[in-house]
């Protein structure tokens, strides 16, 4: 399957406790601050412009803007986890941080996981969010694990023998 789940969370800062990986900081802001064809802000990723209400809105957008690796440049099972914060009206505030990565993995894996979050994040730098759900929302630090599932070999299923009927 071509696929990458999206596991949801919302975790505040001081009770993870989490420390932010400086070089995978760097790559966020990098892409962040880049102005160029590949990845451009748009107005949102909604399919029909509407409001965001929910959490659970906010999380399915980011996910439909989240583009994994190509094949070639991807780990089976590579998890990748980072925080972000929205303003009451919807734009990206202050600077994603990456709190998780798959350990053991190289640098040129790190780094195309790196881009593709950031890239989704520059996707969904404004989300049209609803009144209720910016107040809710705002400054408040979302987080969300990207995990991608697509060269994991699946379990064969075998089918037990029926038992013999006389």
């Known amino acids: 399957m071509r696929r990458a789940h999206v596991f949801l ?3 505040a800062l001081a009770a993870t406790g989490a420390v932010c ?3 995978a900081a760097a790559t966020v802001d990098r892409l962040l601050l880049a102005q160029n ?4 802000p748009r107005a949102g990723p909604g399919k029909s412009g509407r409001e965001l209400n929910t959490l659970k809105d906010i ?7 989240y583009r994994p690796p190509s094949l070639d440049q991807s780990f089976p099972g590579m998890r990748i986890t980072v925080e972000f914060t929205y303003s009451r009206a919807g734009d990206l505030f202050g600077k994603p941080h990456i709190l998780f990565e798959t350990a053991g993995i190289s640098p040129q894996y790190q780094s195309a996981y790196r881009a593709a979050v950031a890239a989704a994040l520059v996707r969904c730098a404004h989300l049209p969010f609803s009144e209720s759900l910016g107040s809710a929302v705002a400054g408040r630090i979302l987080a969300m694990q990207f995990f991608d599932d697509r060269n994991l070999k699946r379990a064969e299923y075998t089918l037990w023998p029926s038992p013999k009927t006389r």
């Open 9 to 11: 969370g919302v975790a």
């Open 21 to 23: 990986l400086q070089p």
């Open 37 to 40: 064809t590949e990845v451009q």
């Open 59 to 65: 999380y399915d957008a980011v996910r439909r803007c």
